[in-house]
């Protein structure tokens, strides 16, 4: 999510009670010293859905991160270390054998074993369930017999239980990867609790997620306002330095901004675009940027008969200037993008989609006018996440360079825009942000492009393209998975399904309540190094 994930900002969105916050005015390395017992808030907007093997965008992400402890998480080199896994080990990439850490329970009680992965994987590769996730289990062997309306199977023959903190996975075909999938959200357990009967979810249970991780629900999702988690005392990893979280939501993010300066909000993960120019001087050093994976483009609706063509896809990424966006409104805080892949992945290529990323006014009115593109372009946004100065001004490039009419839509929320652009409602060309689930060339391409990927929300299809992603998955080397998946990037740049536009960096801040705060490459604060100024 984890879109990692789909990102629903720009950037690409308790033991104690919020009166208990402490009031200092230390910043980043304040003096004062901390305060433990104290909760932190968290700039989020609201999630689409707080089930592990539902949530595929970054705000459910943020919040799953408190509430459970990954398999694997990523040094700096964005290679994989065992978290909630003792190992993760396997001969022939194909049969993966999982050994968990003991002492891990859930909130509840329940002690950790191998059937909470297990049922938590097969409920969420099981089709008629309907999770957004469950593209990520197609690797496993049996997943298959789960597809369709009428599956053969409810479980995958690929899982096996080898005893209570053992598990084996053996997959379709070998997968060098495997191991660094783990970290994705998808991959969390869930306890016996979250079940009504084997195999049904208990309808309450996405209201007050129960995890394994450092934090606990605090009372239910308060849709459209918050939700809370307080510390975990009895978690057996690295304990978090404050006492709660609070995430709260935001319809805009100027609001969040205006909280952050006044100190009633600590942490905003994005700062708003038209912010940007002051940000430095509004927060000082509490003022931050770190690298983020974070990809922003522009989505068509391969199966409107208007969209259809790929020159009128061609000549309308030609008619935008991207420098221009991004000096004037992003104020040079992004990298423009002539790729379908982050830089931050290895097998990146700075340039791969040749003259349809080339600003061309004349020759792109010339494409655009021969190939009958329409007379008037929609492009649909989410109104939470700080987006309509940069369409407004992609709008206003597209009016002068193309000879149309164009106009920008709100839809309130990216829970919205998702649930429309899922059902194939008529939004016109619509906006969409991608942040890694797991650090591979593998995670722009598939889960965006693959005809079954779980966040293809545009009907494109190509099965010379899902041949090659499947070939560079079962590659027995990182070398010849990423030469496949160059190849299969290449017949993006023939197709355009999606218009590249920018590379995200995190830029954001914090109030005077707290320190050592820091976003990750997938969009996340980090919930255990974060701390209340005394």
């Given at each position: 999510m984890r879109v990692r994930r789909l990102a629903a900002w720009t950037a690409l969105p308790l033991a104690v009670t919020l009166g208990l916050v402490a009031c200092g005015s230390g910043g980043d390395g304040g003096s004062?010293?901390?305060?433990?017992?104290?909760?932190?808030?968290?700039?989020?907007?609201?999630?689409?859905?707080?089930?592990?093997v539902n949530t595929t965008e970054t705000s459910g992400s943020q919040v799953l991160a408190a509430l459970f402890s990954p398999l694997v998480d990523y040094d700096e080199a964005n290679k994989p270390y065992e978290v909630a896994a003792e190992s993760v080990t396997s001969e022939d990439h194909r049969t993966w054998t999982v050994k968990l850490k003991d002492g891990y329970t859930f909130h509840n009680g329940e002690k950790v074993t191998a059937d909470n992965y297990i049922d938590a994987w097969n409920y969420g590769a099981y089709a008629p369930n309907g999770q957004n996730a469950s593209y990520f289990f197609e690797k496993i062997a049996g997943y298959e017999d789960l597809q369709g309306e009428a599956p053969k199977a409810r479980t995958m023959s690929g899982l096996k239980k080898v005893d209570d903190l053992t598990f084996t996975v053996t997959l379709s075909q070998?997968?060098?990867?495997?191991?660094?999938?783990l970290g994705y959200t998808a991959f969390y357990p869930m306890p016996k609790a979250a079940f009504s009967a084997p195999g049904v979810l208990d309808a309450s249970y996405e209201q007050a997620p129960i995890g394994q991780g450092p934090?606990?629900?605090?009372?239910?999702?308060?849709?459209?306002?918050?939700?809370?988690?307080?510390?975990?005392d009895a978690f057996p990893g690295e304990q978090p330095k404050v006492a709660g979280v609070e995430f709260r939501i935001y319809q805009q993010q100027t609001a969040a901004y205006a909280d952050?300066?006044?100190?009633?909000?600590?942490?905003?993960?994005?700062?708003?675009?038209?912010n940007l120019s002051t940000a430095s001087t509004d927060l000082g050093d509490r003022f931050k940027t770190s690298p983020a994976s974070t990809f922003q483009?522009?989505?068509?609706?391969?199966?409107?008969?208007?969209?259809?063509?790929?020159?009128?896809?061609?000549?309308?990424?030609m008619a935008i200037n991207r420098e221009e966006i991004t000096k004037s409104v992003f104020k040079d805080s992004q990298t423009p993008a002539r790729a379908f892949v982050s830089p931050v992945v290895a097998g990146y290529r700075e340039n791969t989609i040749g003259a349809a990323g080339t600003f061309d006014p004349a020759k792109a009115k010339a494409l655009y006018q021969a190939a009958g593109g329409p007379s008037r372009i929609e492009l649909s946004y989410n109104g939470d996440g700080g987006?309509?100065?940069?369409?407004?001004a992609t709008c206003n490039q597209l009016k002068a360079n193309l000879g149309v009419d164009c106009v920008g839509t709100a839809e309130p929320k990216f829970a919205d825009l998702l649930t429309k652009v899922?059902?194939?409602?008529?939004?016109?060309?619509?906006?969409?942000?991608?942040?890694?689930?797991?650090?591979?060339?593998?995670n722009y391409l598939g889960p965006l492009y693959s005809t079954n990927g779980s966040s293809n929300y545009y009907g494109y299809s190509n099965p010379e393209f899902d041949k090659l992603v499947a070939e560079g998955s079962a590659a027995a080397t990182e070398e010849e998975a990423i030469k496949k998946y160059q190849q299969a990037e290449e017949l993006l740049a023939e197709d355009m399904p999606v218009i590249p536009l920018r590379?995200?960096?995190n830029n954001f801040g914090h109030s005077t309540k707290v320190k050592n705060v820091e976003v990750d490459l997938f969009d996340r604060v980090d919930l255990l190094k974060i701390e209340v100024v005394q």
């Open positions: 004062g010293g901390t305060n433990p017992n104290a909760a932190v808030r968290i700039e989020i907007a609201e999630p689409q859905h707080l089930v592990p070998p997968y060098t990867e495997f191991k660094t999938m934090f606990k629900m605090k009372g239910t999702w308060q849709h459209d306002a918050k939700v809370e988690v307080e510390k975990y952050v300066l006044s100190d009633n909000l600590d942490v905003i993960k994005t700062i708003p675009t038209e483009f522009l989505a068509f609706p391969t199966f409107q008969k208007e969209y259809s063509n790929p020159d009128v896809r061609k000549a309308i990424s987006h309509k100065d940069w369409i407004d899922k059902a194939k409602q008529p939004v016109g060309l619509f906006r969409m942000g991608w942040v890694m689930d797991f650090p591979s060339m593998e590379f995200g960096q």
